[in-house]
């Protein structure tokens, strides 16, 4: 297993959650991204039931450590994006852990369509 | 921070500009009428009267045979006329039917707005802020009136998204010749901007504005967002504005057809949730079901207004929260409520779909504005208490109160009868007008005992409503028991027992009482030997029991009978007689 990077495959849609390292000194922030890419030869066309279009959520020994959208509001409205066969989307935010203890982290990286598509990568923070 | 910006996939309509004719008041329209007359449509109650018209110098045009109406041209004058004349049901102005250039909006049209607006209510002044992504203000289609920004590095109000100003599109786009038109076209619009230009907030933000619309004395919040995650701070401000009269409506959630997939801040109970419906008033598949759901409204496919002045179509329950917070605004302006008369009216005037009553996915049902502004229709119910009373068939009489509640400003005189009571029974009213009376029934003596259900009923105008209540002739009887039922006697000692008799029923009168099948050797005595009833309750005798010296020892019974014309009961105590040395004195 290599920390900092994931890659799943559903049927033509792929998602990768990604950090910026894989290994982080405790209190140091971390960038992550998700990206979803259509590699199939037909367009796909991602519903969203809210104007929410990701999620990134950390958990250490199966326990929630943080949630991007906890103190989010989206607007309540169903959006679509058209992803053209080849086309990726790429969606980013940065965690900044407080008060944690070192250890192995998983980050789960989601683009929360309707289906949603999800990729956990984990990384070390020493 | 978003990397790159994601295409929202909607159509952006632009609007035509095209002048259409004004259709307000009774003026002259069109140009082929006679000189100084009026181009109506006069509709009649009784018959089609087109002696009146012509006497009020009128020209009949035609007298149509379906409907009871003629289309006809009068002096301006004569309209007052025709409208006083109580066979005349209304007068409307015969307008040609041009193509709309204002279309009203489907879900405009479906909770009958327009109908509100003929009363002359078009929610005019009462204060709605759109807390979304704020509203385009130079948008031709609307008015905004104020607001404020919470939205990091933005100094306007105006929107970044188009989310908003669709919202405030659905309330109060202008009644104007262009666009569309919104629920409330009259509402003085507030843009509160806690949302980006992605059409997301932080939490810090939307309750800074709902603080807002504290402050500034809102009266109506349409909140077209959502969030899976409880906030006790989110709720407690909401609770905040609730107890400040300002009714909250939220849009309910796109995460259905699950169950509980209602979102905050619509699942408090401060704030009104709203699901959406589309134009056939089916519930979407996607909009969040569950205990909160309060009602639905219009959510998919909605036409209104949207940023740079133009016009889009989109879905959601940010969508349906709207509608409901424009038909809040048309309740206020009719009548001040508190937000829980408001919940009130919109749930009990809701047209009712899906599960008969309240469900998890329509709530009370669809929002239907010109029913929740409607008056009243004037009623009136009536109530009797108590719901049961019995009376001896030796006769007597029974009193109900019978009362009439008057609502939706019914004051005609109400006429009450009752009917199944029983044939030796007669019941009156009195007094027999006002909406207190009482009904006294008298029974004759009778042997016929029985639970009569009768009915009540009030006539009043042509309306007839009714009241049951039960008459129950029970025969009176008694009873007869004895304390202690066992007695324990040495031989040559004595013992007593006391003898209670009740009334049952109404029983008046003697009971003659006395103990048979004394056994032979043992005394028994009884004091009184009657007890005479007047008014119900219990009266007792002693029965005195002696037993001689040389009784032989054992058990012995006595039984106490008591006797009223054919009515006969009895009671029994045995004797323990035990041997000198044992037993009480």
């Known amino acids: 297993m290599k920390y900092g990077e994931v890659f799943t495959v559903e049927k033509d849609i792929s998602v990768e959650t990604r950090t910026d390292k894989g290994e982080y000194s405790v209190e140091e922030e971390v960038r992550i991204s998700v990206t979803v890419t259509n590699r199939g030869m037909n367009p796909v066309e991602l519903i969203f039931m809210s104007a929410q279009r990701y999620d990134f959520i950390v958990v250490k020994d199966d326990r929630e450590v943080w949630r991007w959208s906890n103190n989010k509001m989206f607007a309540m409205v169903l959006e679509s994006l058209l992803l053209k066969s080849g086309e990726k989307q790429t969606y980013m935010e940065t965690w900044e852990p407080k008060c944690i203890t070192s250890g192995e982290y998983e980050v789960i990286g989601t683009v929360t369509s309707r289906p949603a598509h999800r990729a956990t990568c984990v990384i070390k923070i020493n | ?23 307000s008041g009774l003026t002259s329209i069109g140009s082929a009428q006679p000189a100084g007359k009026v181009p109506v449509i006069i509709g009649f109650r009784n018959f089609q009267d087109d002696k009146s018209v012509g006497d009020q110098g009128g020209e009949i045009k035609y007298s149509y045979g379906y409907i009871r109406a003629i289309a006809a041209s009068v002096p301006p004058q004569a309209i007052d006329a025709l409208q006083r004349n109580p066979n005349v049901a209304y007068v409307e102005t015969d307008f040609k039917v041009y193509a709309l250039q204002q279309p009203i909006p489907w879900g405009i049209a479906k909770i009958r707005a327009p109908e509100v607006w003929v009363t002359g ?12 992504t704020g509203i385009d203000t130079t948008h031709l289609d609307l008015k905004v009136v104020g607001g404020a920004t919470f939205v990091v590095g933005t100094t306007s109000y105006n929107d970044d998204n188009g989310h908003g100003t669709h919202c405030a599109g659905i309330v109060a786009a202008l009644d104007n010749d262009i666009g569309v038109v919104g629920v409330a076209p009259g509402a003085a619009l507030y843009a ?19 603080e807002w619309c504290i402050t500034n004395k809102m009266q109506v919040v349409s909140m077209s967002f959502g969030s899976t995650s409880d906030s006790t701070s989110l709720h407690a401000e909401c609770d905040k504005a609730y107890s400040a009269n300002i009714v909250l409506v939220a849009a309910a959630g796109n995460s259905g057809p699950g169950a509980n997939t209602i979102g905050y801040p619509a699942k408090y109970s401060s704030v009104i949730a709203v699901g959406a419906t589309d134009s056939s008033d089916v519930v979407a598949s996607w909009s969040s079901r569950g205990p909160e759901l309060s009602v639905t409204a219009p959510g998919v496919s909605i036409y209104s207004t949207y940023k740079r002045g133009v016009y889009a ?11 409901v917070a424009g038909t809040v605004a048309l309740i206020l302006a009719k009548a001040i409520h508190t937000p829980t008369e408001v919940r009130n009216i919109l ?7 899906g599960t008969k009553g309240w469900d998890s996915a329509y709530g009370y049902g669809r929002t239907d504005a010109y029913a929740a502004i409607a008056p009243a229709t004037p009623d009136f119910s009536v109530s009797i208490s108590p719901s049961s009373v019995i009376v001896p068939t030796t006769g007597g009489t029974a009193s109900y109160a019978v009362a009439i509640t008057r609502t939706g400003g019914f004051t005609s005189p109400v006429t009450l009868s009752v009917s199944g009571l029983p044939s030796e029974a007669s019941g009156s009213f009195s007094p027999t007008t006002g909406n207190l009376a009482t009904l006294t ?6 042997e016929t005992a029985g639970s009569y259900v009768f009915t009540v009923t009030g006539t009043g105008e042509s309306l007839t409503r009714t009241a049951t209540a039960t008459l129950v002739i029970q025969k009176p009887d008694f009873s007869i028991s004895a304390s202690p039922s066992a007695l324990t006697i040495k031989a040559g000692a004595s013992g007593s027992s006391t003898i209670k008799v009740t009334s049952l029923n109404g029983f008046s009168g003697t ?18 030997t009657s007890v005479v009833f007047t008014s119900g309750g219990s009266l007792t ?6 037993v001689p010296l040389g009784t032989k020892a054992g058990t012995y019974t006595i039984t106490v009978t008591g006797k009223s014309g054919l009515l006969s009961h009895t009671a029994t105590v045995t004797i323990k007689v035990t041997s000198n040395g044992q037993g009480q004195h």
């Open chain 2, 1 to 23: 921070m978003r990397l790159t910006k994601s295409k929202v996939h909607i159509s952006i309509v632009l609007v035509a500009l095209i002048l259409t004719i004004s259709f």
């Open chain 2, 121 to 132: 209510n078009k929610g005019t002044g009462i204060k709605v802020a759109i807390v979304d």
């Open chain 2, 192 to 210: 509160v901007k806690v949302l980006d230009s992605s059409g997301s907030g932080y939490l810090s933000d939307v309750i800074k504005g709902i």
């Open chain 2, 313 to 323: 179509t989109m879905s959601g329950t940010s969508m349906a929260c709207p509608h």
């Open chain 2, 347 to 353: 749930q009990t005037t809701a047209v009712d779909l």
């Open chain 2, 441 to 446: 029934v008298t029974v004759s003596p009778t």
């Open chain 2, 511 to 528: 009971v003659s009482l006395a103990a048979a099948s004394v056994p032979t050797g043992l005394g028994a005595t009884l004091t009184p």
């Open chain 2, 541 to 546: 005798s002693t029965l005195k029991v002696t």
